[in-house]
């Protein structure tokens, strides 16, 4: 049967934007236009794909059916044509990524200014959450992730520094009182400034040291949303509340001050760095090539 691609594309965008009037906006039409082509396309198909509200919508079976064959579907049309119709000219069009908190503060950074500055006309939406998601489903090209998080089936690039550490530390103020810990049991012994993923898990704290690993689960006044709330958490830390444990890189400017004081700096774990991952299509979308080629040739020696 053939339907029309304006309808599949509106229906997409509804799904993507999980809205009628957040789709309009994206997309420079009207919300009683997408309704109509998304009724249409229900129509021929004999079934609903959206639940509808008052103040949502969500997929149906059939919906959710749909929209997991359609996106890499229309990414490669959209792929071919802008291939064909930019034969020679600049990247341009918008990427999408989906990245952890972490990768927002540490490692993009230092990429996206330069990658804007040299492709003008790609437009860059970053969508950054603690929650590991489809990263088609969440509609977004390609996603960040360390490599136990790595989806199945996907290409993975290197970006950013290749090995990472995690970093215990606390204020001297807090530490002249509490005690300097030698060993990461002591830590049990002391107010933990703790960090909590929206999935509802707390990761334990791992320390590594002459092949011995010891995870702590301690406890202390203070427990964040892993991510969004983690700079609450360093603040707290310097103000002498307790000890926290973070990417190395994030609370570094102000273990360089001395704000905040190593703790068990030799029982630091290291850690690889992260990849983009992005699904395995023929034809790559023009932005996302051109930052695949980004990242690889600053990651060259």
């Not at 119709?85 to 989906?98: I, K, S, V």
Request: proline residues 8%; hydrophobic residues 45%; neutral net charge.
């Amino acid at each position: 049967m053939a339907h029309d691609l304006a309808d599949l594309n509106a229906f997409v965008a509804v799904a993507r934007a999980r809205g009628f009037r957040n789709a309009a906006r994206s997309g420079g039409t009207s919300a009683s236009a997408l309704s109509d082509a998304v009724r249409r396309l229900e129509g021929r198909l004999g079934a609903r794909l959206l639940h509808r509200t008052t103040r949502s919508i969500r997929l149906t079976e059939a919906g959710a059916r749909l929209m997991a064959r359609l996106e890499p579907a229309l990414s490669e049309v959209d792929a071919a044509l802008s291939g064909v119709g930019r034969l020679g000219n600049e990247p341009a069009g918008t990427l999408r990524l989906n990245v952890p908190v972490s990768a927002a503060r540490l490692v993009l950074p230092d990429l996206v200014p330069a990658f804007l500055a040299a492709y003008p006309h790609i437009r860059l939406e970053i969508t950054a959450e603690d929650s590991f998601v489809d990263v088609l489903a969440a509609g977004a090209d390609a996603g960040i992730r360390y490599d136990e998080r790595l989806e199945q089936d996907m290409i993975a690039v290197p970006i950013g520094p290749r090995i990472q550490r995690f970093a215990c530390a606390a204020a001297p103020a807090y530490l002249d009182v509490r005690g300097r810990p030698g060993h990461p049991s002591d830590l049990l012994g002391h107010a933990c400034l703790r960090g909590r993923f929206s999935s509802g898990a707390t990761p334990a704290w791992e320390f590594e040291r002459e092949g011995e690993s010891v995870m702590i689960e301690g406890d202390g006044p203070l427990l964040v949303n892993m991510g969004p709330a983690i700079d609450l958490a360093v603040e707290a830390a310097i103000a002498g509340t307790g000890v926290i444990y973070l990417f190395e890189a994030w609370i570094a400017p102000f273990l360089k001050s001395g704000a905040l004081e190593p703790v068990l700096a030799d029982w630091w774990p290291r850690f690889s760095g992260p990849f983009l991952y992005y699904p395995g299509l023929r034809l790559v979308p023009p932005p996302l090539r051109a930052f695949i080629d980004f990242i690889r040739a600053r990651s060259s020696p």
